[in-house]
């Protein structure tokens, strides 16, 4: 079956440094999503990548669909304590069904 | 105003209890879904709407049965509870545009205790 590894589980950052997350899988996506959930709230869309090799930004948040369309990483630069929270990514194949990492858990320490 | 309007936010019942939880999207979107997000923040999805009709099933036990009254709204109605039903239910929506580029937007989540 379709394996999905996100790592780290959790991270411990203090504020202003920068923070990389990523998810490999052993299945071809043709989308990768990234998601931050806030403490009781739902997910929330972050970053959508589409083509294989495509680099985006949203202000701090970077990420990256990886070429081989395996893989993806979020980076976040400049760390505020309202980074915190869970960070999920979520890649489709050609149905339109999601899979959910099991998150990264961000701690930002003042 | 909210997208994705899921209710009740909390719902504490005994096992055995039937409930059910609403959703609503002002979106226009064509797609509804529900996942079930365990103790450990796991995200599953478990059923998926398009137009009113059931195109993903995932390995739910059917006590679970999504109604779907229009595109604007997908209802998870739960029979007899179980210990093990407790989680948080979220609900999402989605429209593919030309060229298949979607995203999925989240409800804010129905926190289900049952007792």
């Known amino acids: 079956g379709q394996q999905l590894n996100q790592s780290p589980q959790s991270m411990f950052i203090q504020e202003g440094e920068d923070v990389s997350m990523n998810c490999t899988s052993s299945?071809?996506?043709?989308?990768w999503l990234w998601y931050k959930q806030d403490p009781g709230e739902g997910p929330v869309l972050l970053i959508a990548?589409?083509?294989?090799?495509e680099l985006t930004s949203n202000g701090r948040l970077t990420a990256q669909f990886g070429i081989t369309r395996k893989d993806s990483f979020l980076n976040i630069s400049a760390s505020i304590p309202s980074d915190v929270g869970i960070y999920f990514c979520?890649?489709?194949?050609?149905?339109?069904?999601?899979?959910f990492g099991s998150g990264t858990q961000l701690t930002v320490l003042p | 105003d909210t997208a994705v309007s899921q209710t009740p936010k909390y719902l504490v019942t005994q096992m055995g209890n039937d409930k059910s939880i609403k959703c609503e999207q002002n979106?226009?979107?064509?797609?509804m879904y529900w996942y079930k997000q365990d103790s450990k923040k796991f995200l599953k999805i478990m059923f998926s709407?398009?137009?009113?009709?059931?195109?993903i099933n995932e390995t739910v036990p059917n006590r679970f049965s999504p109604k779907s009254p229009d595109k604007a709204h997908l209802n998870l109605h739960i029979n007899s509870l179980e210990l093990g039903d407790s989680a948080v239910y979220f609900c999402?929506?989605?429209?593919?545009?030309?060229?298949?580029?979607?995203?999925?937007?989240f409800g804010p989540g129905t926190r289900l205790l049952v007792l």
């Open positions: 999402a929506s989605s429209q593919r545009p030309a060229g298949g580029r979607e995203t999925q937007y």
């Open positions: 299945s071809i996506f043709n989308t």
């Open positions: 990548l589409y083509k294989a090799g």
């Open positions: 979520a890649p489709a194949g050609s149905a339109r069904q999601l899979t």
């Open positions: 979106l226009g979107h064509d797609t």
């Open positions: 709407y398009n137009n009113k009709e059931l195109i």
